[in-house]
């Protein structure tokens, strides 16, 4: 883990995206009886492109998560998890397993396909994170499957000016560079904590797809509050050149996702993301052949 520093900062932001839409979510269930929020829902996969899905997970009810995610199948894009409390652990039909953890980020690109489960290792206590699914261009959604666990002390971490504590996993921020890369989407996804009345800003390229999820607290964007829970929409002004976040009283926590979207079709059946439906068709063949995995 980098070192709790004070940290010299990004390049200034001058022309601040807005807020174009704020965002409830949607309560649902996954897997086995999981209960989760979808944040990012397939109605706003074009607007967010690259990203396809958004889901929150909390609670410290044991019946709530505890019978996790069996075995099911995935093509055509990447899963990242990210793991605030709990234990889960993970095995997949390419041959890995790992135990995802407190503070810690599982990377999985599923490509042309693997099978895998994600089985809580707790009995109670909370388990709380997040899963962004984070779609491949067409040239890579037939590569092959790949895996690699992040335990938290691994994640490139700091604090940075006014006392915000600023995690990096995926992109670059304030000197900090996440570890796993994706030159067609250039991912960038950071955890921010800020104390009351604090302030972040973050460069971003204007044609990026950019949103900021609220998980603590209050905060922020261009004057406009985004409640715990909610998911700001930002704006892409040809101008822009970067966001801005400032913390309401209580502070916040959030995470701020942005991409280089793909402009290419999106069709998906369920655990299936591919281009056209010919392609989703024979998903779900292989799947049901046992060609898949």
């Given amino acids: 883990m980098n070192p709790l520093v004070e940290h010299a900062g990004n390049a200034p932001v001058r022309h601040p995206r807005e807020v174009e839409q704020v965002v409830a979510g949607v309560a649902t269930s996954d897997g086995a009886g999981v209960r989760l929020t979808r944040v990012l829902t397939q109605a706003l996969q074009r607007r967010l492109d690259p990203f396809l899905m958004l889901d929150a997970f909390g609670s410290d009810k044991p019946d709530d998560y505890i019978a996790g995610f069996p075995d099911h199948p995935h093509r055509g894009f ?30 999985m690109t599923a490509g042309r396909g693997v099978i895998h489960s994600e089985i809580p290792e707790q009995q109670d206590g909370v388990m709380e994170g997040f899963q962004l699914w984070l779609n491949l261009p067409a040239r890579d959604k037939m590569i092959p499957a790949w895996y690699r666990d992040i335990k938290a002390a691994e994640i490139p971490s700091a604090v940075v000016a006014q006392g915000v504590s600023l995690r990096v996993i995926a992109g670059e921020s304030h000197g900090l560079r996440g570890l796993v890369e994706r030159p067609a989407t250039a991912p960038l996804y950071l955890d921010i904590g800020l104390p009351a009345g604090a302030r972040f800003s973050q460069p971003l390229e204007p044609g990026f797809n950019a949103f900021v999820y609220v998980y603590r607290g209050e905060a922020a964007v261009a004057g406009r509050a985004i409640g715990v829970k909610r998911m700001a929409i930002l704006a892409n002004a040809p101008m822009s050149d970067g966001v801005v976040v400032e913390a309401g009283p209580e502070g916040a926590r959030l995470l701020l996702i942005a991409g280089c979207p793909l402009g290419e079709p999106i069709a998906q059946y369920g655990p299936f993301v591919m281009n056209t439906q010919d392609q989703i068709y024979a998903a779900v063949s292989d799947y049901r052949e046992g060609r898949l995995g």
């Fill in 78 to 107: 990447e899963t990242i998890t990210y793991m605030l409390a709990g234990r889960m652990r993970h095995r997949d039909s390419a041959g890995n397993e790992g135990l995802l953890e407190n503070g810690g980020v599982q990377w």
